[in-house]
C-alpha cells in the first residue's frame, strides 16, 4: 500500500529548504498532488511532540544543528539562554558539531598520532561546555557532560564528577555512559585502577560475593552501563579471574536481561584458553581463588539455559574460545535444541573451532553433520564452512554444490568455506564467484581472494584483482575490490587507481572515489599526490577533506576546506509521530518515527515506503546480538540513495536519543553527511552509537521478529499505518 499522495505541508516546504545544496541543482519539485511526496500531517496522530517554553530559541537551535556549521558562534551564546530546554539542546548541538569537526581534523593525523587540544574552535566549546556543567539545571549539566565526552574530556575529569554525587540521577547516568567513550588504548595504570574503584568494579573473591551495594545503589541502566564501559575500556582483560566478574552477574538470579547480555559479552572477552597441561595437573594453578578449567565449563554450561538468547550466544562464543573438549556434548545439545538460529551457528561455530584445535575432530563432525538440515540457511552456511575448516580439501564437491544453489547467501557462503581449500582447489571456485550475478556472492569471493594475497612482488592473486579493480563495471564491486587491496596497493596501481575516478555521481560514488584517494595518499608518490591535489576542489565536501587530510599527512600544509551550511530546519512538526509497518518474511515490524529529532530522515524514508522502494529487499547483514540491516537495492550493503534520487544522500541529523533496544537507526559510511535508505535495528543498547549514528524511529512492536531475522530474510511490504 503507498502513502496517498497529497499536497504538501508547511513542515514538508520548511523541510526542502534543508536540502543540502549539491541536490537542489539537480532536483526541482514540482509539487502537485501527483507527484508522490508523502508529507507530515497527513500521517496519523501519535505520540505527542514536546510544546517548549521558548519556540524561538528552539527553533534557532534546531536550525543551527541540521545546518551543520554555527558560524556566528550563537550557540555559545544560546547555552546562557533564559530557558533550560533551549541551553540544554545547544549543549547537545554543540557536542554533536565538535564531534564532526575531530572526525575531518582527524583525516590529517598519521598512524599513531592522537587528536591534540590545538584547535581554537573546539577549545572554546569545551570552555563554554565546562560552565555549562555546573549549570543550576539537571538536564543542562547532563547534556554538557555528554557532549564534552565527545570533545575528548579527561578521565580524571570524569571520575571526579561521578564520584562527586551530583544530585541528578540523568547526571550520574549521562556521566557512566560517557566512559563509554574513552579510548581503552591511551588509560594509563592509574587511570584504569580510578575508573575500576569509580564503577564499584572490584575482583570478586571465590566463591561468588557479589556486590548488594552497587546493585541497590545503580539502576538496571547503571549495571548493564558498567558492565558495558569494563568491556570497552579493557578494565578486566588483565586482573586474574577477571571473567568471574562477568560470570558472577551471569549467573546471579537478581541480574536484569541486559546486564546479563553484557556481562555474557564480557566473559566472552575475558576467558582464558583451556590448556590440557593445567587440566591434567591442577596443582600448576597458582591462583587458588580461581576456578580450575574444568570448572570454567561447568560455569559457562550451568548458564546455557538462560531465557535470552543473546546471553547464551555470547556464552557460546566464550566456549568455542575456551575451547575445552568436554564441552562438545552441551555445544551438541544446543545446535539440536535452541529456538535462536544464531545460537545454533554459533555452536556450529564453536564445535568446528574445538575439532581442529582441541577435540575429536569426527566426534565433532559427526554433531555438525545435523546442522545440513537445519531449517535455517545461516545455520546450514555455517555447518558447510565448519567442515571446510575440518576437512579442507575432502569438502570440494560440497562447495561445488554449494555455489551453484540457487540462494546468494549460500554462494557466499560457499565462498567462505573455500577459504579453507588449497590453491589449486581453491582458485576455480573463487574465480567463478567473483562473477556470481549477486554482488554479496561476488564480493565475498574477492574478500577471501584479497587474504590469500602474499607478499610477492609478482604475486599472481593480486595482479588479477588489479585486473578485476580496472575492468570492473559494478561500482559496489569496484569500491570492495580498493578496500581489500587497499594494504597491497603498489606505485604501479597509480593508473588502476585513477581509472575508478569521476563516479561522484552514482550511488556510493563519492564513497569509491574517497576511497581512491586515500589509497593514493598512502601510495605517495609525486604522480598519485598530483590526483589528490587535484582533489581539493572536487564538489564534493568529504573529498575536499579526504584529501587535505592526505596531503596533511605528507606534510602538505593547504587551508581547511570550507564547510557550507546544509540549509534551514524546519519551523514546523507535526503533532504526532508516524506509525509503519515492516512486513517480513519472519513477521510484522512496527516502528514509531520521531520525525521533530530527524525530519529529512523521517521524510525520506517515508517516501520510499509510499513508492514500494523496500518490497522484495533482503536483509544483507545480520550481526547477532548487535543489529540486523537491510533495505539495500544492490543486496550487498553497497547500496542506498534517497527520495531524490539514488546518488544522493541525507545529511547528519545527529539527536540525543540513545541506542536502545529495537532502536531504529541509519546507517552509513565515514562521511556523516551519507545517510540512504539503508535501515538498521538494534539488538541491544550500544551506547558507543549514540550522537554518531542518526536515530530516526524505535521498534513498538514486534520484538519477537527482529530476534529471528537472518541473512537473507526478506522485507515484502511496508505501509504507513493510522495507529498500533
Not at 510544546?51 to 558562534?73: F, K, S
Not at 544560546?78 to 554543540?94: K, N
Not at 586474574?240 to 549467573?251: A, C, D, I
Not at 529529512?600 to 548487535?626: A, I, K
Amino acid at each position: 500500500m503507498r502513502i496517498p499522495h497529497l499536497f504538501p505541508s508547511a513542515a514538508l516546504l520548511a523541510a526542502l529548504s534543508v536540502i543540502p545544496a549539491g541536490c537542489v541543482s539537480t532536483w526541482s519539485p514540482d509539487l502537485t498532488p501527483e507527484n508522490g511526496l508523502a508529507v507530515f500531517d497527513a500521517l496519523p496522530q501519535t505520540s505527542p511532540i514536546a510544546v517548549h517554553a521558548d519556540p524561538e530559541g528552539w527553533a534557532e537551535v534546531e536550525r543551527i544543528r541540521l545546518q551543520g556549521v554555527d558560524p556566528d558562534g550563537r550557540l555559545v551564546e544560546l547555552l546562557e539562554h533564559s530557558e533550560a530546554d533551549v541551553r540544554a539542546r545547544a549543549a547537545f548541538t554543540i557536542g554533536s558539531l565538535g564531534w564532526v569537526r575531530l572526525e575531518r581534523l582527524g583525516l590529517r593525523l598519521k598512524e599513531g598520532e592522537t587528536e591534540d587540544d590545538s584547535d581554537l574552535q573546539v577549545q572554546t566549546w569545551k570552555k563554554a561546555l565546562g560552565n555549562a556543567a555546573e549549570d543550576v539545571n539537571g538536564s543542562v549539566r547532563s547534556h554538557a557532560i555528554d557532549a564534552l565526552s565527545r570533545l575528548g574530556v579527561s578521565t580524571r575529569e570524569l571520575v571526579a564528577r561521578l564520584t562527586a554525587g551530583d544530585s541528578s540521577s540523568q547526571v550520574a547516568m549521562t556521566t557512566l555512559r560517557a566512559f563509554h567513550r574513552l579510548d581503552a588504548s591511551l588509560l594509563a595504570d592509574e587511570e584504569r585502577d580510578a575508573v575500576c574503584e569509580c564503577l564499584g568494579l572490584r575482583p570478586p573473591g571465590w566463591p561468588f560475593e557479589f556486590d548488594n551495594e552497587l546493585d541497590s545503589a545503580w539502576s538496571d541502566q547503571a549495571l548493564w552501563s558498567s558492565l558495558f564501559a569494563a568491556q570497552r575500556l579493557r578494565l578486566r582483560d588483565r586482573t586474574p579471574g577477571g571473567e568471574l566478574y562477568y560470570l558472577s552477574h551471569v549467573l546471579f538470579e537478581g541480574s536484569p536481561s541486559t546486564a546479563r547480555v553484557f556481562a555474557a559479552a564480557g566473559v566472552r572477552r575475558t576467558i582464558a584458553p583451556y590448556d590440557s597441561d593445567v587440566a591434567e595437573k591442577p596443582d600448576l594453578v597458582l591462583d587458588h581463588f580461581a576456578p580450575m578449567p574444568g570448572e570454567y565449563r561447568i560455569l559457562l554450561e550451568s548458564a546455557l539455559s538462560d531465557s535470552d538468547w543473546r546471553v547464551v550466544y555470547e556464552l557460546v562464543g566464550a566456549l568455542e574460545l575456551h575451547g575445552d573438549p568436554a564441552s562438545v556434548p552441551a555445544l551438541a545439545g544446543l545446535r539440536r535444541d535452541h529456538s535462536s538460529a544464531h545460537v545454533r551457528a554459533a555452536s556450529v561455530k564453536a564445535l568446528a573451532t574445538i575439532g581442529s584445535k582441541n577435540g575429536d575432530r569426527s566426534v565433532c563432525a559427526t554433531e555438525i553433520l545435523g546442522a545440513n538440515m537445519d531449517p535455517s540457511m545461516t545455520v546450514r552456511v555455517e555447518a558447510l564452512v565448519a567442515f571446510a575448516s575440518l576437512y579442507g580439501d575432502e569438502v570440494e564437491d560440497g562447495i561445488r554444490e554449494a555455489m551453484s544453489s540457487t540462494s546468494p547467501t549460500m554462494r557466499a557462503g560457499a565462498a567462505r568455506a573455500a577459504s579453507h581449500l588449497d590453491g589449486a582447489a581453491a582458485m576455480p571456485i573463487l574465480v567463478r564467484l567473483a562473477a556470481d550475478p549477486h554482488p554479496r556472492a561476488a564480493g565475498a569471493a574477492y574478500m577471501v581472494l584479497a587474504s590469500k594475497i602474499s607478499e610477492e612482488p609478482d604475486d599472481l592473486i593480486r595482479a588479477m584483482l588489479i585486473e578485476h579493480l580496472v575492468a570492473q563495471d559494478d561500482i559496489g564491486l569496484k569500491l570492495g575490490l580498493v578496500m581489500e587491496l587497499g594494504p597491497h596497493f603498489t606505485a604501479d596501481d597509480v593508473g588502476a587507481l585513477a581509472s575508478c575516478l569521476g563516479r561522484s555521481n552514482e550511488d556510493i560514488g563519492v564513497e569509491l572515489e574517497f576511497n581512491v584517494l586515500q589509497a593514493l595518499g598512502a601510495i605517495g608518490t609525486p604522480e598519485a599526490l598530483a590526483i589528490v591535489r587535484a582533489g581539493l576542489k572536487h564538489p564534493n565536501e568529504w573529498i575536499q577533506w579526504v584529501c587535505w587530510g592526505e596531503l596533511m599527512q605528507h606534510d602538505e600544509v593547504h587551508p581547511e576546506p570550507t564547510v557550507a551550511s546544509k540549509g534551514g530546519g524546519p519551523e514546523v512538526l507535526p503533532s504526532g509521530r508516524p506509525i509503519v509497518e515492516v512486513y517480513t518474511s519472519k513477521g510484522t515490524l512496527t516502528f514509531e518515527l520521531y520525525p521533530e529529532d530527524a525530519p529529512l530522515h523521517v521524510l525520506s524514508f517515508l517516501e520510499l515506503v509510499g513508492r514500494g522502494h523496500y518490497n522484495g529487499l533482503d536483509f544483507h547483514r545480520v550481526v547477532p546480538n548487535f543489529v540486523i540491516q537491510g533495505g539495500c537495492p544492490r543486496g550487498d550493503g553497497n547500496g542506498g540513495g534517497t527520495w531524490l534520487g539514488e546518488a544522493e544522500a541525507l545529511p547528519a541529523e545527529f539527536n540525543p536519543r540513545p541506542y536502545a533496544r529495537g532502536v531504529l537507526g541509519m546507517p552509513r559510511y565515514q562521511n556523516p553527511d551519507s545517510n540512504g535508505s539503508q535501515i538498521f535495528v538494534t539488538h541491544r543498547p550500544t551506547p558507543h552509537l549514540d550522537g554518531r549514528y542518526v536515530v530516526f524511529g524505535a521498534l513498538l512492536q514486534g520484538f519477537d521478529v527482529l530476534d529471528e531475522i537472518e541473512v537473507g530474510d526478506r522485507i515484502h511490504s511496508a505501509r504507513v499505518v493510522a495507529g498500533e
